[in-house]
């Protein structure tokens, strides 16, 4: 089959000839009269002027023809407009192209054909002027340069008919067009006017055409349009300006026009439009967003009033419940200070959301993206809310996939703040059965992945008609809700806020009575982390996993797999049992303490009554919550069940655990809680407060922390500054709103009193915005507490800016044990001297280590580094019973951007601490001593005096 010749440019050929709007027109004398010379011309009984659509050739004019079209695909001009200049076919029968074509073998019988094609000006052929004979046939060379300038004639004729049209549209675009269109010569006067300007201004054409168009210009305006006009006579193709135009009234109307000189005319184009409206519309815009601004402003100084004025009093509230609750009480005092500690917290909690809200809806919130471990992300979060769950009762499960990359790059503190509000309310609305934290990768690459975070709970579930409305602020599913569960109805709002500025959105899948599940997705930088090495694992071959929860056993399964390690599922207490009575054997068995029927605990002494009386012939591990009482402690340790796992297991928890089954160091214990760290430095410290409460409860902790310290008490920022100007105290609580004059200003007022040396100053304030904080670094102050304090936070505050030995007159105590508690290690390994000596060898590595990778991580300023080191050193420093190293270790995990001072301090401290301990455990490396006792408390203070 032929095939048939296509333009290259086919598509915009085709678009150019429709806009020629002359397809289907009729009939036109100009074309004729062209048709019927190029016949009498050639000598040719017919003549065409054909034109070339999709599938059909028309013709616009035709001599010797009936016919006014005829299908494309047998048109001779096809192969015609193909080229740019005479196509002849002398005989048709003899042309491959043509013998077997329609027009050939039947009517009307061509066989000659002379064709030259239609070519507009920007270069596209439309169609052909042709002539054809019944006879064969051949053109001479002065007809073909006829046939070729009729073409042009024709196409010159189709271009000016196009403008033509288009000089009538603008006629009717002119006439009644809503924007003023004129011509202007260069002598200042109108020659041509539309419509619009009677209808805008008012004047009528008559008048506006024998008066000169700048006396039309407000006087004010008049300099720049002279000046327009003057760009336009040096050569400017158009110019935009604005002005201002008298109407018949005598008022003015803002016209915005666009002028353009008509080449060799000397008269310009213009158009206008009236913008008037709309001038006024952006002016009461503008003063709107002005008095926007302004009540957003207002707004944030209200936020912070508000919230110096109702922290104030919760100031009062929970320091002093907190100091009750660390005094002799008997248990009903104890049990009701408790509820109004928690009361108050609550409403704190409460407080915090608003301002957040706020902070939000304001814009002046910001993430501050970090490195962060996924696995201490989802650790950290199930944690917080633990208590809560299991108090009620409910299942806590922490689903964290294996296969995730262990470290990711995120806000942690705005994302475990989603977390935890997520399950805050699954724990709210749920009375029975589970929830769920899941945290899964949808898509990985090597730089980023795609995270699914994950809350499900077997709650009251929310209907389908109430679900978009849990999203809104202050709403909850129903009033009714509200009033059984409480809350602000914000903690979702907050939470699909952070993270529309993490760029995901959060999700709900419910169903009333069968629980909800809300997730969302967040795509994240993610690096893999070197993965962590467990002794001893390919020990355990084979586990049995007690648990009534499916889901939970589903969750260990799947750990255990990982590790290529076996496992064997039981429901209940009895079919543990069963499965032992069969003689199967097993590594270890994780049981469940809560179950039905037969509890974990009861098992376990049938286990041991019945099948395997210790643990070294059947190791046996608890999963417990945190809140069970000590007779679990106590009854473990009856039945020789060597370890204890606190639900929701993690991960790394139970590979711990399972890799301690192996080794002979006994476990080490958990920390007990951090007592508060006390001072007997002799030490000047001045409080600026303005508040009754806050100042009393600020004098009591300081006189139970650092109770040698002299205590300066100020009421406002200019009895601080007068004591300043007598004597610099070591340290200053400055509360920031004060009356006279208020912190900011007294810092400042300090600062230029110190010459040379150096007095931390700290924000002492019930504010919470950014802002505060910001303006209190601005100011000169060294640090920000937020109010309500309780004695740890002053605690923390003067360990981080009262360093040891600063103060001339501080004297060394004698007893050692703030640097080395050698207790903490003889619990552990009792007056074993090996495990003593080993212990002591992997810490004085540890040490040796983190001091040289500290200092590397301060050099480059890697602040994520920093807490990393920091965490770690603070778990060497617990374990190894080194409290003051301790305290030092964990202020690097809470160091922030710009603290550079602080790092530089806390780097110093630590180095020195580390070495006074390094001292002091280098009597103890391997072959040097056999316990402990070889060296007193004495000795320990005397090292580190020396140091």
Known sequence: MQQLPIPHNEDARLKTLHNYQILNSLAEDEFDRITELASL??????????????????????????????????????????????????????????????????????????????????????????????????????????????????????????????????????????????????????????????????????YLLSTSFLEFIHPDDLSGAREELENLSAGLETVNFVGRYRTSSGDYRILQWTVA?????????????????SIHQQQELSAAKLQAEQASIAKSEFLANMSHEIRTPLNGVIGFTDLVLKTGLTEIQQQYLTIVNQSANALLSIINDILDFSKIEAGKLELEIEKYDIYELGSQASDIITYQIQAKGLEMLLNISPELPRFIWTDSVRLKQVLINLLSNAAKFTEHGEIELRIEALSADTEQVDLRFLVRDTGIGIYPDKQKKVFEA????????????????????????????????????????????????????????????????????????????????????????????????????????????????????????????????????????????????????????????????????????????????????????????????????????????TTSEQVTILIAEDNAVNMLLARTILSRIAPNAILLEARNGIEAVDFCKKELPCLILMDVQMPEMNGYQATRAIRELEHGTHIPIIAFTAGNVRSERDAAFEAGMDDFVVKPVVEQMIATVLAKWLPVNEHANHQEPDDGTLHFDVDVITRYAGRDGEMIRE???LTITELEDSNRILETQAAQNDLAGLHSTGHRLYGTAVSAGLPALSGLARQFEQLQRGENVLMETLISRTHMEIAIVLEILAAHRPGTVSSLGELNITDIGRISRKI
């Open 41 to 206: 011309i050639c000598g040719t009984p017919i003549s065409l002027v054909s034109l070339i659509d999709e599938k059909r050739q028309w013709f616009k004019s035709r001599f010797g023809l009936e016919i006014s079209e005829t299908d494309r695909k047998l048109a001779f001009c096809q192969y015609t407009i193909m080229g740019d200049g005479l196509m002849e076919v002398e005989d048709a029968t003899k042309d491959d192209r043509f013998m077997d074509n329609a027009l050939v073998t039947g009517e009307p019988d061509l066989r000659f054909y002379a064709g030259f094609p239609l070519i507009d000006p920007d270069g596209y052929a439309l169609g052909t002027v042709c002539v054809i004979d019944r006879k064969p046939n051949q053109l001479t060379g002065k007809q073909k340069r006829a046939l070729e300038l009729l073409a042009k004639e024709v196409m010159a004729l189709i271009v000016k008919r196009r403008q033509k049209e288009e000089l009538r549209n603008f006629e009717k675009l002119f006439r009644y067009s809503s924007d003023m269109i004129c011509i202007a010569g260069d002598d200042g006067f109108f020659k041509k006017v539309n419509p619009a300007f009677e209808r805008i201004l008012g004047w009528d054409a008559e």
């Open 261 to 277: 000189p008509e080449p060799g005319t000397g008269n310009l184009f213009g158009i206008s439009r009236d913008i008037t409206e």
């Open 839 to 841: 212990m002591i060898a």
């Open 474 to 677: 202050f709403s909850q599913e129903d009033g009714s809700t509200t009033k059984k569960y409480g809350g602000t109805g914000l903690g979702l709002t907050i939470s699909n806020k952070l993270l529309g500025m993490m760029g995901s959105r959060l999700q709900l899948d419910s169903k009333p009575g069968s629980g909800s599940t809300f997730f969302f997705d967040l795509t994240l930088k993610a690096e893999q982390g070197d993965p962590e090495v467990w002794e001893n694992l390919e020990l355990i071959k084979k586990v049995l996993i007690v648990d009534d929860n499916e889901n939970n056993r589903l969750i260990l399964q799947q750990m255990l797999l990982l590790r290529d390690i076996e496992s064997t599922q039981a429901r209940t207490g009895f079919e543990a049992l069963q499965l032992l009575a069969g003689g199967e054997r097993y590594d270890v068995v994780l049981m469940d303490y809560h179950m039905p029927y037969m509890d974990g605990l009861e098992t376990i002494r049938k286990i041991r009554e019945s099948f395997y009386p210790t643990d070294s012939e059947q190791p046996i591990m608890l999963l417990s919550s945190s809140s069970d009482d000590e007779t679990v402690v106590q009854s473990c340790a009856e039945l020789q069940v060597g370890h204890r796992l606190v639900k929701p297991v993690k991960m790394q928890d139970i590979y711990t655990a399972l890799s301690r089954l192996h080794k002979e160091l006994p476990e080490i214990l958990q920390a007990g809680a951090v007592e508060t760290e």
